[in-house]
Every structure is written in structure tokens, then in C-alpha cells.
């Protein structure tokens, strides 16, 4: 693997530590499976890529597709909360729907980002070739928003939204409204995805409807492995581990795709990431049988100490 | 002071499975008062806690609280007068958070909650010396996980987070039914200090006739959704444990199994 190669793998792995956030927001703080995620990265890559054409100023352009993310996200948790619509239908049926804004938005299936400024632009032309300037501009922002959002989450708000995702009624109790707590959480959550699709429209030139597809396997994929390796108490530990996850699936998948025995193309990534993140979740459960079954063999009488509640989240 | 008028609450209503949980509890209890609360397994003694703090809406009937009508409130935002601890250790604490989180979520206890950090030198401070008055050395332990604690400590400090913040009326729904008799009666006696201390209006449920004659002011029985005792003042200083079981099987009108009372 080529040092371009490896740099371009650690700057997808940056790009997408922020859907990680996301994911981690959602399925991790709130305990709310969203699969709204999907749609909301292409969305942002089209928003931006689309208003950047148009002239606008990339750095405003990016926000705007932050609000549209936090928009769809908060479409998600309307048709849970108010219309009482289970979690994952509720995701399935906003990124369904967003597929087609997408494409609306774009007024075709992609939209090229050639000879215009990009929020790239003003970071480049010191002397430091691209293939540098990107991965390390993506550090710096990718740690800026674990920052924040770690300050965030040990905020007076941000305990409120952790407790309403950890035990809902004892949130209720000390009056924490649990909606409201979902709202802002859901929008934060996919408002984040959304960047990380402008930033990779940016990056890489384009945006494009399909762009999406897999975005809440890998997004779980960094967070469990980010969890598995680099096992964490508090919650900014917790958000650097994914943003480590990101990182090491990116280099992982680039060195399997190198490897010219193992004959994989491109095209293997989504199989590649769902047996990869099927195995980081079935591993530990197998472990789990296994230990129980030992411990039953040496010691039929004491009980065994399976935990039937550590296999819920995924 | 608490204001109930005439509260019906039913469950499944209309389907098979339906139940009259409440059917017409009027109840009045003055400012100050500590009111105990007993009858059988599936009386209606959560149910009623549970819809003054605003977890069920009844179907008819009005709550009362300080002459604030809250009876379409939900249960955020009457958490400001309410307090509450549940019979589950587990149901009042948030496990995966550390301990003096657990305690900074209940200061926040009606008031707004901005983006200002949760836990600083000052209210650690506060924490450690709350915690240290339980004398269960849980004052060194303020970063532990929550779900590290056992129940009897996780209940305690359940106990601690409904007090931390001032309120009108403090719900208890046998908060000591999950823990060792020396733990029970630990957590028995700061709660006494604490609804002195704070002059809450105050409803514990128990299954303990003893603790329900021992501790508070007047006792009430539930039975099938109603009131069905109501005792106070110098008619219950005179009651015996035995005078109560009494009552109970009279309301049931049927044999007492003993062994389905816990005579604590
Ligand atoms: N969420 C619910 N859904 C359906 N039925 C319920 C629900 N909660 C309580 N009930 C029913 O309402 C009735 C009253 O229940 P409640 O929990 O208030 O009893 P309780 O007096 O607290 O009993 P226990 O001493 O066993 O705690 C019971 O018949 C119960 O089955
Ligand atoms: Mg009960």
C-alpha cells in the first residue's frame, strides 16, 4: 500500500469518524436505532455540492447541509415520538424519502465539484500536497467536534439527554422532557452525518445520490470496533475510540482491497464491512457461551454468570 | 399538600385484559402530612403513585398539588413539586452513569437545564458531604458506574437524589422492599429525617404494617381501586399491627393467609 493510498484511507476514516459520532449519538447515548443516517450523508453531500455550484460560500454551504441532516433527523424522531411509528420503520421510511430530496435537490444524480472553492480551498497552496493537507485538516476538525461534543455531553443538557437514552422514567422523574431530549439529539446526531457528507463531497469532487448506501453499516462498524479496542469510561475516551474505529476499518478495508492474493475489489467493501462488523458482534457472545460452557464443566453447581442483557445493543 | 377528586384509571380499557385499577379515590392530605399507604398485591398503590406524578392520565378526577391543578401535566414537568423513589433500585439511578452524574441529573430537578458543565469543584463538594451523612462510604466513590453500586446502596442514593432538590411532595413505592432488613431500616430513618427536614408531604407505600404504623402521621388501605381505611392522629397511635391485619381481612372479608403478609 502506497503512502497516498494510506493517507486516503486515514482521510475517508476522518470523513466518516463524524457519522461514527452520529451513529454513536443514536444507537449509543439515546437508544434509538436510526438507519436515517443513510439518506442524511448523501443529503448533506447534495445540499452542499449543490449550493457550492451555485456560488454560495462553501463554508455557509456546509452548514446548510448540517440543518437539512438535523432536519431529516428530526423527521425520524416526529414520526417515533408523535406518531408513535417503531424506531427502525420510522428511519427506513425518512431515508427512503430522502433518497429522492437528494436527487431533487442535485436536479440529477450527481452533481460534479470541478474548478470551484471548496472549504478546501483555503488550506491549500502551502507548499503541502493534498493528499497531506486533507488527512490533517480532518484531524483537526474531527478532534475539534469530539471536543465539543464531549463538552456537550457533560453539559446540564447533555446529562439530560444521556439519562433519557439510559433509563427514560428516571429522566421523566427528575424532569427531563424525554421527547424534547430526542429531538435535539436525533437532529445533533444526523446533523453531524450530514457534514461528514458535505466534507466528503468536497474532498473528493462530487456528490452523487448513491453515495449513501452502507453509511449506518460502516458509521456502527467504527464504533464497535472503536469500543472493542479501545474500551472506555468517559465520553470523550468514548468519542476518540471512534474516531479510532473510523480510522482502523478505513485501514483495514484499504490493506484487504491491496492485497492482490486476496483478489477483492471494490466492489466487496459493503460484504467486507457487513462480515466485519457481524463477526465484532457475534465474537463476543460466542466467547460468552464458551466461558459459561467451561465454567458449567468445572463447576456444575455454581450458577454461571451469562449476562442476558449484554448481547441487546448491536 | 395533595388534592385528589374522584380518580378513575383503567387499563386496557374495552379490551379483555381490562382493569379498574383506581375507581373514585378522593383523597386529601394537608401540607406536611406523611401518609402511609398499604393493601394487597394489585390495590392500586403504584397506580396512584404513579398518577400523581403524572406517569398514567386517569380517565376522570383531578390532582391537586400545592392549589396547582396538574392533572394534564406530564410527568417532567410536575417533577419540580414531586419527588419519587421506586421499589427497583435499578429503576431510579442510571447504571452506565457515574454516581455524582446520577446526582447532578437530580439537582438539575426543575430547573432548566443548560449548557453549563454538570459537575464542578463546588458541587462535588456538596455531593461528597450528602453522600458521607449515608455513612456507607459512598462519598469516595462519586466516578464509580452506577450499576457498580449494590441495590441497597444504589436505593440509598436514590433516596438522596429525590431530597436533593427542594419539593412539595416526595412518593415512595416500598423503597426499602428490595433490601436487607439492616439496609431497610437505614434508608427507613433518613427518610423519617429527611421529610422532617424538608416538610414534605409525604406517601410511602409498604407492605410492612409495622413501618406503616411506626412511621408518618395517618395510614390509608387500598383495596380494588378504593379507599377503604383512613386512619390518623390518636385512633392510630392506639393501633397494634394486629389491630390492622385485622382490618385488612375484615376489607378482604376472607380468611388472612398469613404468609402473604410480611409482618416486618
Ligand atoms: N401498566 C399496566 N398495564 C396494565 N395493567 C396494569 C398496569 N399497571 C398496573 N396494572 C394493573 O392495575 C392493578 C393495580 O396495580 P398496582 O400496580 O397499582 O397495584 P399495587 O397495589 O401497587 O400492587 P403491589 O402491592 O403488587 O405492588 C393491578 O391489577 C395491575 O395488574
Ligand atoms: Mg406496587
Redesign the interface.
Known amino acids: 500500500m502506497s503512502v497516498i493510498a494510506l493517507l486516503g484511507s486515514v482521510e475517508i476514516g476522518l470523513v466518516y469518524a463524524l457519522v461514527a459520532f452520529g451513529v454513536y449519538l443514536s444507537f449509543r447515548v439515546l437508544n434509538f436505532p436510526d438507519l436515517t443516517v443513510d439518506g442524511s450523508f448523501p443529503l448533506g453531500a447534495a445540499v452542499a455540492a449543490t449550493l457550492i455550484t451555485k456560488g454560495v460560500d462553501p463554508f455557509i454551504a456546509s452548514f446548510a447541509a448540517v440543518l437539512a441532516g438535523a432536519a431529516a433527523g428530526l423527521v425520524t424522531a416526529v414520526l417515533n415520538l408523535r406518531f408513535g411509528i417503531l424506531h427502525l420503520l420510522a428511519s427506513i421510511l425518512t431515508m427512503t424519502a430522502l433518497y429522492t430530496v437528494s436527487l431533487r435537490v442535485m436536479g440529477g444524480p450527481n452533481v460534479p465539484l470541478l474548478m470551484v472553492d471548496t472549504v478546501l480551498t483555503p488550506f491549500q497552496g502551502f507548499g503541502m500536497p493534498d493528499y497531506w493537507m486533507k488527512p490533517i485538516l480532518f484531524a483537526v476538525i474531527t478532534v475539534l467536534v469530539a471536543l465539543l461534543l464531549a463538552r456537550y455531553l457533560n453539559s446540564e443538557s447533555g446529562l439530560a439527554l444521556r439519562a433519557t437514552g439510559s433509563n427514560p422514567r428516571m429522566a421523566r422523574a427528575n424532569g427531563i422532557s424525554t421527547d424534547a431530549a430526542t429531538y435535539l439529539g436525533m437532529g445533533l446526531s444526523n446533523g453531524l452525518v450530514a457534514l461528514a457528507g458535505a466534507l466528503f463531497a468536497q474532498a473528493n469532487g462530487f456528490a452523487d445520490a448513491t453515495m449513501g448506501i452502507g453509511t449506518i453499516v460502516i458509521g456502527l462498524a467504527a464504533v464497535i470496533i472503536g469500543e472493542t479496542l479501545l474500551p472506555a469510561r468517559s465520553v470523550l475516551w468514548m468519542l476518540l475510540a471512534c474516531l479510532a474505529g473510523s480510522v482502523m476499518y478505513r485501514l483495514a478495508i484499504g490493506f484487504a482491497l491491496n492485497a492482490d492474493v486476496l483478489g477483492l475489489t471494490a466492489s466487496d467493501l459493503n460484504l467486507m464491512t457487513a462480515l466485519l462488523v457481524g463477526l465484532a458482534l457475534i465474537l463476543p457472545r460466542l466467547k460468552r457461551e464458551a466461558a459459561s460452557r467451561r465454567a458449567k464443566r468445572t463447576q456444575t453447581a455454581r450458577p454461571t454468570a451469562a449476562s442476558p442483557t449484554a448481547g441487546d445493543k448491536p | 399538600m395533595i388534592r385528589c377528586s374522584d380518580l378513575h384509571l383503567t387499563f386496557n380499557r374495552g379490551a379483555p385484559t381490562e382493569r379498574l385499577a383506581l375507581r373514585g379515590v378522593t383523597l386529601d392530605i394537608p401540607a406536611g402530612e406523611f401518609v402511609t399507604v398499604i393493601g394487597s398485591n394489585g390495590a392500586g398503590k403504584s397506580t396512584l403513585l404513579n398518577a400523581l406524578?403524572g406517569?398514567y392520565q386517569p380517565e376522570s378526577g383531578a390532582i391537586t398539588i400545592d392549589e396547582q391543578d396538574v392533572t394534564a401535566w406530564?410527568?417532567?414537568?410536575r417533577?419540580?413539586l414531586?419527588a419519587?423513589v421506586?421499589q427497583d433500585p435499578l429503576?431510579?439511578?442510571?447504571?452506565?452513569?457515574t454516581v455524582e452524574?446520577n446526582l447532578?441529573?437530580?439537582a438539575?430537578?426543575?430547573?432548566r437545564?443548560?449548557?453549563?458543565?454538570?459537575?464542578d469543584a463546588g458541587r462535588r463538594d456538596r455531593f461528597r458531604d450528602t453522600l458521607r451523612d449515608l455513612g456507607l462510604g459512598l462519598e469516595n466513590r462519586l466516578g464509580a458506574?452506577m450499576g457498580l453500586l449494590s441495590g441497597g446502596q444504589r436505593q440509598s442514593v436514590s433516596l438522596l437524589?429525590a431530597a436533593l432538590q427542594p419539593s412539595r411532595i416526595l412518593l415512595l413505592d416500598e423503597h426499602t422492599a428490595a433490601l436487607d432488613p439492616k439496609t431497610a431500616a437505614m434508608v427507613m430513618g433518613l427518610t423519617d429525617r429527611i421529610v422532617r427536614d424538608q416538610k414534605l408531604t409525604t406517601l410511602m407505600v409498604t407492605h410492612s404494617m409495622r413501618h406503616a404504623l411506626d412511621h408518618g402521621d395517618r395510614t390509608i388501605m387500598l383495596h380494588e381501586g378504593r379507599i377503604v381505611l383512613d386512619i390518623a392522629g390518636d385512633k392510630r397511635k392506639g393501633l397494634t399491627v394486629q389491630d390492622l391485619l385485622d382490618q385488612f381481612a375484615r376489607v378482604r372479608n376472607e380468611a388472612l393467609d398469613d404468609d402473604k403478609l410480611l409482618l416486618g
Open positions: 406524578a406517569d406530564p410527568s417532567h414537568r417533577a419540580g414531586v419519587r421506586f429503576a431510579g439511578t442510571c447504571g452506565d452513569m452524574e447532578a441529573l437530580a438539575g430537578r426543575g430547573n437545564r443548560g449548557f453549563g458543565l454538570a459537575l458506574q437524589m
